[in-house]
């Protein structure tokens, strides 16, 4: 099966401190996406990536987060300035055809700590 | 109205149960949609796209109704190794991607 792949697994940081978070989506797939989920609660959609530009992006997003895919492969996210509240699992996704059929696979998520 | 809703849960069930998930969405532009599991601490996998066919894989059988706006999952057979949270995943002009809350699963022996 296709995999996303995702670095670090963790990521410790102070508050206020910027953290880049990394993902290699699947190679055919053309739409990507980060999601966050806070301990015990609902997966959260951040931001989608189509065509090299954010096509959609939730209230969550704001000026603190940025995106960018700056060699083909490699698909990140950026959050400028940390906050407590940032703490969270966040996921990569990629979305495209495989064997045929949409589908949409998760990375397994780097785990976020804001102190 | 939420724009995912599902079956709060938890279910709790002996092994060999019929298990059905329900949930529903309130954007009539969604286009597609899913049902993944999501286990403790782990990211959520794909079990199915689900499409207006209705569509089967062993024991798990989705169905979509585009005009009640309404998804179902069903798991026959139930084994232990189901027992994980259910995702019901919506997906708004291939831009979005909505969760629901997702419905917990037991399986006991």
């Known amino acids: 099966e296709p995999e996303v792949t995702q670095t670090p697994s963790h990521q410790v940081t102070q508050m206020g401190q910027e953290v880049i978070l990394r993902c290699v989506p699947i190679s055919n797939h053309l739409y990507f996406y980060w999601y966050r989920q806070i301990l015990g609660q609902k997966v959260e959609f951040l931001v989608s990536?189509?065509?090299?530009?954010?096509?959609?992006k939730s209230e969550i997003f704001d000026d603190q987060f940025s995106v960018e895919r700056p060699d083909g492969s490699n698909f990140t996210l950026k959050i400028r300035s940390t906050k407590l509240e940032d703490s969270a699992m966040y996921f990569c996704?990629?979305?495209?055809?495989?064997?045929?059929?949409?589908?949409?696979?998760f990375g397994p998520g780097t785990r976020l700590l804001v102190l | 109205r939420k724009e995912v809703e599902q079956d709060p849960g938890p279910f709790n069930v002996p092994e060999g149960a019929t298990v059905a998930f329900n949930c529903t969405y309130s954007n009539s532009a969604s286009q597609s949609f899913f049902w993944y599991r999501q286990d403790c601490r782990k990211e959520p996998k794909l079990l199915m796209s689900?499409?207006?066919s209705g569509n089967e894989d062993g024991r798990f059988t989705a169905q979509l109704n585009r005009a009640s706006q309404y998804i179902s999952l069903l798991i026959r057979d139930s084994k232990l190794s189901d027992s994980a949270t259910y995702l019901c995943?919506?997906?708004?002009?291939?831009?979005?991607?909505?969760f629901g809350a997702g419905t917990r699963l037991f399986v006991k022996a």
């Open positions: 990536f189509y065509n090299n530009e954010i096509s959609e």
């Open positions: 995943v919506v997906n708004v002009l291939g831009f979005k991607t909505i």
């Open positions: 689900v499409y207006s």
């Open positions: 996704a990629s979305r495209g055809l495989t064997s045929g059929r949409e589908t949409q696979y």
